[in-house]
C-alpha cells in the first residue's frame, strides 16, 4: 500500500472504542496489514495538560476546544502522518469527530469547532460506536451515571448521529454483544481493505 489509511472509532463514553480498536489492531496483523493502534488525548504536551485540567476546577469549554484541537495536529504531525507515510493502517481511539460532538455540545457553536478542526485531515474511515448514554455510563465501572454527565453525552450523541446523516461517519449499534459488534467493524474494514 503505498499510503496507509486512517480508520477512527468514535461514541460516548462506554461506548467500547478502546476494546474494538485493540482488537481491531490485533485482527489486521494476523491478516499481515501492517497496523497501529493510538488514541487521543494523546500522551503528548497538549494531551497531558487536558488530562490535568480535567482532574480540577471547570474549565472553559472553549480552551479545551482550542486544546484538543493543539493535541489533535500534534497527533497528527507526530503519529499520524509519519505512519501513514509509510504504509500502516492507523486505528485511532478517538479522533476528529469527538471534537465535534463533545466540544459542539459543550461550546454550542459546532461551526467554530469544525472551523479549528479545519487542518485535521479527514478520517478515510470514521465508525461510530452507537449505544445509548446510559447504556455507556452503565458500562463504566467507578464511575457512577450521573444525570448531568448522561444529561450532556444525550446532546454529543445527536451530533455524532448528525455526522452519520452527513455519510461522514458509519453507525455501528453498539449495545450489541461485543462479538457481533467487532464482526461488523471488521466487515466494513475489509470492504475498505479491498477497495483501497
Ligand atoms: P477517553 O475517555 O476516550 O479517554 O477520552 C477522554 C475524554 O476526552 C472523554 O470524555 C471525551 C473527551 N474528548 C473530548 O471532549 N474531545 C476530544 O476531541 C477528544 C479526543 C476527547
Do not use: C
Not at 75 to 85: S, Y
Amino acid at each position: 500500500m503505498a499510503s496507509g489509511l486512517l480508520i477512527s472509532l468514535e461514541g460516548v463514553d462506554g461506548a467500547g472504542k478502546t476494546t474494538i480498536a485493540r482488537r481491531l489492531v490485533r485482527w489486521l496483523r494476523g491478516r499481515g496489514v501492517e497496523a497501529r493502534y493510538t488514541r487521543e488525548p494523546t500522551g503528548g504536551p497538549y494531551g497531558r495538560l487536558l488530562r490535568r485540567l480535567a482532574h480540577g476546577r471547570r474549565v472553559d469549554p472553549r480552551v479545551e476546544a482550542l486544546l484538543f484541537a493543539a493535541d489533535r495536529l500534534y497527533h497528527l504531525e507526530r503519529v499520524v502522518e509519519p505512519l501513514l507515510g509509510e504504509g500502516y493502517v492507523v486505528v485511532s481511539d478517538r479522533y476528529l469527530h469527538s471534537s465535534l460532538a463533545y466540544q459542539g455540545a459543550s461550546v454550542g457553536d459546532l461551526g467554530w469547532v469544525e472551523e479549528l478542526n479545519r487542518f485535521a485531515r479527514r478520517p478515510d474511515l470514521g465508525i461510530l460506536l452507537d449505544v445509548r448514554p446510559e447504556v455507556g455510563l452503565g458500562r463504566l465501572r467507578g464511575r457512577r451515571s450521573r444525570f448531568e454527565r448522561e444529561e450532556f453525552l444525550g446532546r454529543v450523541r445527536e451530533v455524532y448521529l448528525r455526522y452519520v446523516d452527513r455519510g461522514d461517519l458509519l453507525r455501528v449499534d453498539a449495545e450489541k454483544p461485543l462479538e457481533e459488534v467487532f464482526s461488523e467493524v471488521a466487515g466494513i474494514v475489509e470492504d475498505l481493505l479491498r477497495l483501497a
